[in-house]
């Protein structure tokens, strides 16, 4: 049978305008989320980590934030350029000290230029 | 510092064969875990190997395998291929456990195509 694919969440923005990408995660007891990045053909990036005990982190350009309370998790890319656009995803770890890594369906970012 | 290595990076079965895909983790990682990228279903959790021990499973029939070596690079293997099965596979290594603070980085991927 055919099989259907994931239809990706699309945010288009301006170049230099600031991005936002959510996520909700679903395991209240996972205690260490990540966010990649994944251009076409290649794996996915690492951009930014951050674990349960803070709600705030911020990287170069990137700021995560993190809303245990109703299971929240946001990335905002500032000054976006041409190079941000890609597939963003979400993982949250509940493997309890290993590695056993949920993705979110990802969010279609494409910056405009 | 060379990333994770995925060998190869295309390959082409068909239904009923077997199939070996390598990985060669980050310099010094000891945590590698494989992941399955499908448009219908995402990235999926396979398994996650450290020190030569699998420490967790995710929900995929036995056909699925792996091992890890004293080296810490590791193999998959699929049995009894389906059509199913087409999707990029994923290896990801880290230094140690997710409580180190140090986040998996991925490889490029091996692209499985089942005919």
């Known amino acids: 049978g055919e099989s259907v694919g994931l239809h990706l969440p699309t945010l288009s923005v301006q170049e230099g305008d600031n991005s936002i990408i959510n996520c909700a995660y679903s395991?209240?007891?996972?205690?260490?989320f990540i966010w990649y990045k994944q251009e076409s053909g290649k794996g996915p990036q690492f951009i930014i980590d951050?674990?349960?005990?803070?709600d705030k982190r911020q990287g170069q350009r990137v700021t995560v934030l993190l809303n245990k309370t109703v299971k929240h998790l946001s990335l905002q890319i500032a000054a976006t350029q041409p190079g941000d656009s890609a597939v963003y995803f979400c993982?949250?770890?509940?493997?309890?000290?290993?590695?056993?890594?949920?993705f979110g369906k990802g969010t279609k970012l494409s910056v405009i230029p | 510092k060379a990333g994770v290595t995925q060998t190869p990076r295309y390959l082409i079965k068909t239904r009923g064969q077997q199939v070996t895909l390598s990985c060669s983790p980050i310099?010094?990682?000891?945590?590698v875990s494989w992941y399955q990228q499908t448009p219908g279903q995402g990235l999926q959790f396979l398994f996650e190997?450290?020190?030569?021990?699998?420490?967790n499973k995710g929900n995929f029939p036995g056909r699925f395998s792996g091992r890890q070596f004293s080296n810490s690079r590791s193999e998959m293997n699929v049995s009894t291929l389906e059509l199913g099965d087409s999707a990029l596979y994923l290896c990801?290594?880290?230094?140690?456990?997710?409580?180190?603070?140090?986040?998996?980085?991925f490889g490029d991927g091996t692209r499985l195509s089942i005919l």
């Open positions: 190997y450290f020190s030569e021990t699998q420490r």
């Open positions: 993982a949250e770890n509940s493997g309890a000290g290993s590695y056993q890594l949920t």
């Open positions: 951050i674990r349960s005990n803070m």
């Open positions: 990801a290594s880290s230094p140690a456990g997710s409580w180190s603070n140090q986040p998996q980085h």
């Open positions: 310099s010094g990682h000891r945590s």
């Open positions: 395991n209240s007891a996972s205690d260490y």
